[in-house]
């Protein structure tokens, strides 16, 4: 037998697509988002800061500080404008809600525009009160109390050194 019948069989792979539809595959479901950040806050850039500012006002505005009453820019001062955020300049007083309170810081009895001041419990030094901050940069203004006179019988106290103060032209 000089032949041996010798079939190979030749093993083709087949590469067929498969002809059964494929069960669409549902999209995944999006992925559960953490909450969104609200506010678009100015970060606050302490290196930045304490360069810019005096150390009185980094003070106050980065470490929650508080002036001397009676030994501030602004607690006696009566010009007509409006007072700024002196870290992010973003408008939060009006001269003309301001009062005498007799504190030796400059007190407000509202707020010019709501949402670029912001409030919230401060349960620091043994004491709760309401921390007032700039809702823009996060920044220490001083505290709200209840005591304030008509018509919102609100007190703002606020730091000198957290504000920036601009005049109107219709000055005496
Ligand atoms: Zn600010």
Redesign the pocket.
Known sequence: MRFARFALPLLVAACTPDPSPKAQAPAPPPAAAPAPAKEEK?ALDKEELKKRLTPQQYEVCVFKGTEKPFQNKFWNHHDAGKYH??????VLFDSKTKFDSGTGWPSFYDVLTKGNVKAEVDRSHGMVRTEVT??????HLGHLFEDGPPPTGRRYCINSASLEFRGTEEKK
């Open positions: 100015v955020c002196v870290v992010c300049d973003a700039c809702g823009k940069c996060g920044s």
